[in-house]
């Protein structure tokens, strides 16, 4: 079952994916709290936002996107008021999630109970939803992660502790931004520790630094990994990407994106073209590149549906 801001739908009806996007990614905490906490939205904002976003969306839908993962966490700025209307009108599917950036001065605060305390929020989340738009109440389809450079800290620490208990008494998968590849040896020792089915986590970002070698380690392990950063000038280097991952048998763990953010590239003269490019433009330049169609079309169809399957 895949948990979409419309209610859950079978993994057969996901079609083509861009497996981690932002619809609207919202630096001001309090007015994020306020949509999540509160469940209060600000309809002139949301209108603006709806207004400028929805031809980028229509057009995704016309070069055939089907769903899209909102990669936004919460205190992200997570809209579910505008995600839901949004789909509503395009008919796009759109997968929200739970997880959360916390930041440092209050795991210090709150460290005792932290791990539990926080796991228990993201299992209520599941549990009960995020919250009930029209009769529809929805619920997260993943738990989203924002790690830090520089090392995993106490505080990314403890938060992959606490979505590892989550995951593991809902059936969410995690979705974990890690940057510096030579960290996911720390970040595949916590998960196993909690015994977490390494086909229940996706290294997001792993094209940042693209190291083949960590990449390889990673997928032997049966983890997931997130291409997730495919935009113009890039698709030389992504493209060889799946090349590797189609060479040493991984290709069946791998979900591709673009990471943009919709509501920024409106603001763009191009921003239209620029989202839509990765089905109009990247997807045919592998194919041309000799990927074999029927390989792409897993990646970005079979595999979504299977990693965000609950």
């Not at 939205?41 to 976003?53: C, G, H, L």
């Not at 030579?182 to 996706?202: N, R, S």
Request: include cysteine; aromatic fraction near 10%; charged fraction near 25%.
């Amino acid at each position: 079952m895949i948990f979409t801001v419309r209610g859950p739908i079978d993994k057969k009806q996901m079609g083509k994916t861009l497996a981690h996007e932002h619809f609207n990614w919202i630096s001001d905490e309090d007015f994020a709290c306020r949509m999540y906490f509160d469940k209060e939205y600000d309809e002139s904002y949301n209108q603006e936002v709806y207004d400028k976003v929805l031809p980028i969306l229509s057009e995704l839908s016309a070069s055939g996107c089907q769903t899209i993962v909102e990669a936004s966490p919460p205190l992200g700025g997570q809209n579910l008021k505008l995600l839901y209307d949004l789909s509503k009108t395009t008919n796009v599917n759109i997968i929200p999630c739970t997880g959360m950036n916390i930041t440092k001065y209050v795991h210090s605060i709150f460290q005792e109970n932290f791990v539990l305390q926080l796991s228990k929020k993201w299992i209520q989340d599941f549990e009960e939803g995020l919250d009930v738009i029209e009769d529809v109440c929805i619920k997260p389809g993943f738990i989203k992660l924002l790690f830090d450079r520089g090392g995993v800290s106490a505080v990314d620490e403890d938060m992959l502790k606490a979505a590892a208990i989550a995951s593991n008494a809902t059936g969410m998968p995690i979705h974990c931004h890690v940057l510096e590849a030579k960290y996911m040896t720390k970040v595949m020792t916590i998960l196993e520790k909690m015994e977490v089915p390494p086909c229940k986590f996706v290294w997001a970002h792993a094209d940042k630094e693209s190291n083949h070698e960590m990449i390889l380690e990673v997928a032997k392990k049966g983890y997931w990994i997130g291409f997730d950063m495919i935009r113009e000038g890039t698709y030389e280097a992504r493209k060889k990407l799946i090349e590797h991952a189609v060479a040493h048998n991984y290709s069946h763990q791998v979900i591709l994106s673009q990471d943009y953010d919709l509501y920024e590239e409106s603001e763009q003269e191009n921003g239209i073209k620029k989202y839509s490019a990765f089905f109009n433009e990247f997807i045919p330049y592998c194919i041309e590149s000799g990927i074999p169609q029927e390989v792409i079309e897993i990646i970005i169809i079979d595999n979504a549906a299977s990693f965000y399957d609950i």
